[in-house]
């Protein structure tokens, strides 16, 4: 049997050889998963020879990395916030760039009565729970296999969340102060284009924004003032070269004070205002 230090190199080689970007970073992941060591565990096991059980579950957890299955859902789980939120194809992987839609809505949200339009993992209304101090949290989606991963994952981070399966406000009967929404927005014709992680595994309908991307951030911003209450506010991620479009969609929906948040590398990636 090899010892620790060259199962890890092999499995560094194989997902190299598969095209992997980040190689050594995922290969360190998924050994660290199967073998439950740390970087200071490994050190002091690394010269010593693998159990038989940790270098097959290595191998097939490599094997389905090199097939460009998410590192993500190989392991089940992603953080986010800070929070371990649990994963699988039912549901988009939380990405970074979502953290900034957190953040601004934490700015505002304070004892509000909250709404997460497809909602997915959940990871959104429940990161605004656990650090918010946020009233009522509701999340809603259109999909039953992502409202059961965002049960678990309201459990798992010990929150009270209500999840609604809807499309979009259809089954939603009351009004909140807040309404933030990651909705499907990348267009229909660039979705082919994408990563295999992402256009082979990832849910489409949490993906495709229909033809210009834009179509749900329309319906969405045309509906939400009935959920709303006066002067109520409205967030959405948004792409990259989406801000301009949306503000308008916003403004001609009868929202005022509508403002393009930038993230870390200053691209547009929040839309916000505040209902007339």
Request: aromatic content about 10%; glycine content about 8%; some cysteine.
């Amino acid at each position: 049997m090899k010892i620790y230090e060259e199962i890890l190199k092999e499995g560094t080689d194989c997902l190299t050889d598969a095209g992997i970007e980040e190689a050594a970073l995922d290969a360190w992941y998924l050994f660290s998963y199967c073998t439950k060591m740390n970087r200071v565990t490994y050190l002091l096991n690394c010269k010593k020879e693998a159990e038989e059980v940790h270098y097959k579950e290595f191998q097939k957890c490599v094997r389905k990395r090199a097939e460009r299955i998410p590192l993500q859902y190989i392991i089940g789980t992603q953080e986010f916030m800070g929070l371990v939120f649990q994963v699988n194809e039912q549901v988009l992987i939380p990405r970074q760039d979502t953290e900034v839609l957190v953040e601004e809505v934490l700015k505002h949200c304070r004892g509000k009565h909250v709404l997460d339009m497809c909602t997915g993992s959940g990871c959104i209304i429940i990161s605004l729970k656990k650090m918010g101090d946020i009233g009522n949290a509701v999340g809603v989606d259109i999909s039953p296999g992502a409202l059961e991963t965002a049960k678990k994952n309201a459990e798992q981070n010990q929150v009270s969340v209500t999840f609604i399966i809807s499309d979009l406000f259809q089954a939603v009967d009351e009004k909140f102060d807040l309404i933030v929404a990651n909705p499907p927005y990348i267009e229909t014709d660039v979705i082919s284009t994408l990563m295999p992680e992402v256009k082979e595994h990832e849910p489409l309908l949490a993906l495709d924004g229909k033809e210009d991307g834009l179509y749900y951030y329309r319906r969405i911003a045309k509906e939400a003032p009935g959920y709303l209450k006066q002067g109520g506010m409205i967030f959405f991620e948004i792409g990259y070269n989406q801000g301009r479009a949306v503000k308008n969609i916003l403004e001609e929906s009868g929202f005022e004070r509508v403002s393009v948040i930038g993230d870390l590398a200053s691209l547009d990636r929040v839309v916000f205002g505040f209902l007339r």
